[in-house]
C-alpha cells in the first residue's frame, strides 16, 4: 500500500489507494480543519503536496495558480497507488484560547438565579443501611437481608441491582459487620442499586454535569453532599474538525463509520475533561455515581450514535426528543460504569436540551407574567420568548460565522485571535487586541462584530458592508469588483501575512446577524408584540459571554432597547445542567418547560424570510428600530461636514 507521510510533523501511514486525504490525514493523527463538514465549499483544508501524484478535484475552490503549485482541499483528494509526502499548514486556532482551569474563573450563571426554595435531591444519593448478620433458621440471601435493609428506610420498593453490584455484595456486607453504604438511584417506585461500600463512605459522592456545545464542550464535577462545584474544565469538541456547524457534520455522518467517527470524538473530549478532573483532585470515578448531560438535539444524537439524518430533513424528525436514562457504561462514559446518565429533554429538531436547561436560570421558568426574551448565541441560534403562561421557540442558522467558519481569516477565540478593534476615522487604520495580547494570527466573532460596528459608525462601510471607494485609505484595497480591508499588515502578523476582511467576509457576517435579529423579530411577531413589550433579553452561551453590546447594536444583532433590559448570563446551558443533577425538583421543572414550549420551524415559515430580508443591512433597512446607532451617524456626519 502507499505510504503518506505528513510534514512538518513526519508522521506516515499506509493506507490503500482511493483513500480521501482528509481521512489519511485523521488516521495518522494530523489536525486538519474541514469546517464544511468535507463537502469542500469552505476551502479550508488547505494542503500541499510535495511529492508523488494523487487523484484531486480542487479547482473551483482554489484557483488554476494554486493548484499548479501542488496545492489540494484534503477533502477533495484521493491517494493513488504510489507514496506521498504531504505539507499541512499551521491550523490557528488549536493552541487553546478562553478555556478555563478551574471553577474560580469559570464564568458560571450566579447560584442568584435559582429559585428561592427548590428542593435538594440530587440523581444519586449515598445512604448508611446496617444488614444483621445471617442466620442459620432465616433462609434469607446476602441479597434479601440488603434489601430488607432498604425497604425499613425506603419502604415497600422493587429493588433492582445490576450483575457488576452483585458480584460486590458478600464480601462487601462482611468487611465492617454488616455496616455498608450503597449508591441508589429512586424512580417511580424503584431503588436501583449502583454500587455498595463498606462502612460510612456517605460524604464521598460526586457528579458531572456535562453541556455538548458544538463548538465547545464544559465539564463540571459536583460534590453532591454539599451541592459544591469541586471544577470545571472546558475544551473544544473534536468534531470541529469535521463541521462547524450542525448541519455539516449531519452531512458527515451520513456513513456509519463516520457516525461513529464523531461519537468517539465525542467522547474522547468529555472522558478527557472528566480524567483532567478526578486526576487533578484524587477522586475514584467510581465515586463519580450520576451525571446531567445537556446539548443541541443533533450533538445528543451523535453522542450516542443515532443517525441524524431526518433533523435536517423535512419533516425535520429527530429520533428521540426525551431520552430514558441510560448507563454509563453503555453511553461510554467514564465515571462508575452503573451511573445513571440522564438527558435534558429536546424541543424539536433545532432546539435541544441546551435551550432546556438554560431557561431554567431565567423568569421563563418561574411564574413571572413578564414577557422575556432568552438568545443562545452560538452556531447556532436558539431563541425563546414567554413568560408563565405560553413559550415559543425556535432556531435559526447564524451559520459557524461568528466561530470563524466562512470567513478569510476567521478563527475560533483562541490565542492570537483578535477580538477588538478600533478604527482611526480620519486614515481608517485599525488599532487591533488580540487574546493573549500577541500578534494576531486571525479574527474572532467579537472582532468581527467591533470591526464591522467601527467601520460602519466611521463612514468605511456603508450599509449594505460595502466599503466607500470615494474615500482613500491604505488599508481599503480595490481588487475588481470586491475591495478588503487590511486589518494587520503582515509585518505585523503571527500569520507572516496581510490579516483581511473582503466583502464577501462581511456579508456572511450580515446574514448571521440578520438570522438572529429577523428570528427573534418573527417570533414577537407571531404573539402580536414588539421588542419595546420585553421585560428582560437574557443572552447566554459562550459567545454572549463575551459580546460587546453596544457593538452588536450598532451591527443589528440585538435590538436597540434601553441597557438594563439585557442580562448576560454565561454558559446558562452548564448551570442549568448543574440545577437539575442536584434536585428532582429541577428535573421536573425541566420536562415541563419542554412539553410547554411551542416549537416554531422557520424552514416552514414564510413570514422568516421576509424578516431576514429586511435585516440584511447594517444595523437594518429600516433604522428607525435603531434609533440610538442612528444619532451615532448623524452625529458623525455631523462631525465630517464641519
Not at 502507499?2 to 489507494?17: C, H, M, N, R, V
Not at 474538525?241 to 467522547?267: Q, W
Not at 429520533?319 to 453503555?330: D, G, V
Amino acid at each position: 500500500m502507499p505510504i503518506i507521510k505528513f510534514k512538518p510533523s513526519g508522521k506516515t501511514i499506509d493506507l490503500p489507494p482511493g483513500t480521501e486525504l482528509l481521512e489519511a490525514a485523521r488516521k495518522a493523527g494530523i489536525k486538519v480543519d474541514s469546517p464544511c463538514g468535507g463537502k469542500g465549499t469552505c476551502g479550508k483544508c488547505i494542503v500541499q503536496i510535495l511529492s508523488g501524484n494523487v487523484d484531486s478535484d480542487s479547482l473551483g475552490v482554489l484557483p488554476q495558480s494554486s493548484v499548479a503549485d501542488g496545492y489540494v482541499l484534503a477533502c477533495k483528494t484521493k491517494i493513488l497507488d504510489e507514496d506521498v509526502t504531504v505539507e499541512v499548514p499551521e491550523q490557528i486556532g488549536h493552541e487553546g484560547g478562553k478555556f478555563t482551569k478551574t471553577s474560580e474563573d469559570f464564568s458560571l450563571v450566579s447560584r442568584e438565579l435559582f429559585p428561592e426554595r427548590w428542593e435538594y435531591d440530587p440523581l444519586a444519593i449515598k445512604w448508611l443501611v446496617k444488614i444483621p448478620p445471617p442466620q442459620m433458621e432465616d433462609g434469607l440471601s446476602d441479597f434479601d437481608r440488603l434489601s430488607l435493609a432498604i425497604r425499613k428506610e425506603w419502604g415497600q420498593c422493587q429493588i433492582i441491582c445490576g450483575l457488576p453490584v452483585l458480584r460486590l455484595i458478600a464480601g462487601t456486607i462482611r468487611e465492617k459487620d454488616g455496616l455498608v453504604t450503597i449508591t441508589i438511584i429512586y424512580d417511580a417506585g424503584c431503588c436501583y442499586i449502583i454500587n455498595v461500600q463498606a462502612g460510612d463512605t456517605t460524604a464521598i459522592n460526586y457528579g458531572i454535569a456535562v453541556d455538548v456545545g458544538t463548538t465547545t464542550v464544559a465539564v463540571e464535577l459536583v460534590y453532591l453532599f454539599l451541592g459544591e462545584v469541586v471544577a470545571v474544565r472546558s475544551d473544544y469538541n473534536e468534531q470541529v474538525e469535521c463541521g462547524l456547524d450542525v448541519i455539516s457534520r449531519i452531512n458527515y455522518a451520513r456513513k456509519p463509520e463516520r457516525l461513529e467517527e464523531l461519537r468517539r470524538r465525542i467522547l474522547a473530549t468529555v472522558n478527557r475533561l472528566i480524567k483532567q478532573i478526578v486526576d487533578t483532585h484524587g477522586i475514584d470515578i467510581n465515586d463519580v455515581s450520576s451525571g446531567v448531560i445537556s446539548g443541541n438535539t443533533t450533538m445528543m444524537h451523535l453522542l450516542l450514535g443515532l443517525n441524524p439524518e431526518n433533523i435536517r430533513l423535512e419533516p425535520y424528525t429527530p429520533t428521540i426528543r426525551e431520552a430514558p436514562f441510560m448507563s454509563a457504561a453503555e453511553v461510554g462514559i467514564h465515571i462508575n460504569k452503573q451511573a445513571w446518565l440522564y438527558f435534558s429533554p429536546h424541543v424539536g429538531s433545532y432546539v435541544g436540551g441546551d435551550i432546556t436547561a438554560g431557561i431554567l436560570c431565567t423568569d421563563l421558568a418561574t411564574d413571572s407574567k413578564a414577557i422575556s426574551l432568552f438568545i443562545d448565541i452560538g452556531t447556532n441560534g436558539e431563541i425563546v420568548i414567554g413568560n408563565s403562561e405560553f413559550m415559543l421557540t425556535c432556531a435559526c442558522s447564524a451559520g459557524p460565522a461568528f466561530e470563524g467558519g466562512g470567513i478569510e481569516f476567521g478563527m475560533r477565540a483562541a490565542l492570537g485571535a483578535i477580538e477588538k478593534i478600533e478604527i482611526d476615522p480620519e486614515t481608517g487604520r485599525a488599532d487591533c487586541w488580540t487574546i493573549g495580547n500577541g500578534k494576531a494570527k486571525g479574527i474572532c466573532g467579537s472582532g468581527m462584530i467591533s470591526l464591522l460596528a467601527n467601520l460602519y459608525l466611521t463612514g468605511w462601510i456603508d450599509a449594505s458592508g460595502k466599503f466607500n471607494r470615494r474615500r482613500k485609505s491604505k488599508s481599503v484595497v480595490t481588487e475588481g469588483r470586491y475591495a478588503k480591508y487590511v486589518i494587520v499588515p503582515a509585518e505585523e502578523s503571527a500569520a507572516g501575512k496581510d490579516i483581511v476582511i473582503g466583502e464577501l467576509d462581511i456579508e456572511n457576517i450580515i446574514r448571521a446577524k440578520a438570522a438572529i435579529y429577523s428570528a427573534c423579530n418573527m417570533m414577537l411577531e407571531q404573539v402580536g408584540m414588539k421588542f419595546d413589550d420585553l421585560s428582560t433579553i437574557y443572552i447566554a452561551g459562550g459567545f454572549g459571554r463575551s459580546l460587546d453590546l453596544e457593538k452588536a447594536i450598532v451591527i443589528g444583532l440585538v435590538p436597540d432597547l434601553p441597557r438594563e433590559k439585557f442580562k448576560y448570563i454565561g454558559n446558562a446551558s452548564l448551570m442549568g445542567t448543574y440545577m437539575v443533577l442536584l434536585s428532582k425538583e429541577f428535573r421536573g421543572k425541566q420536562l415541563e418547560l419542554a412539553r410547554k414550549m411551542t416549537y416554531i420551524e422557520l424552514n416552514t415559515a414564510p413570514a422568516y424570510m421576509d424578516q431576514y430580508t429586511g435585516a440584511l443591512f447594517l444595523p437594518h433597512t429600516d433604522i428607525g428600530r435603531f434609533p440610538t446607532v442612528k444619532k451615532m451617524k448623524d452625529d458623525f456626519s455631523r462631525r465630517e461636514k464641519s
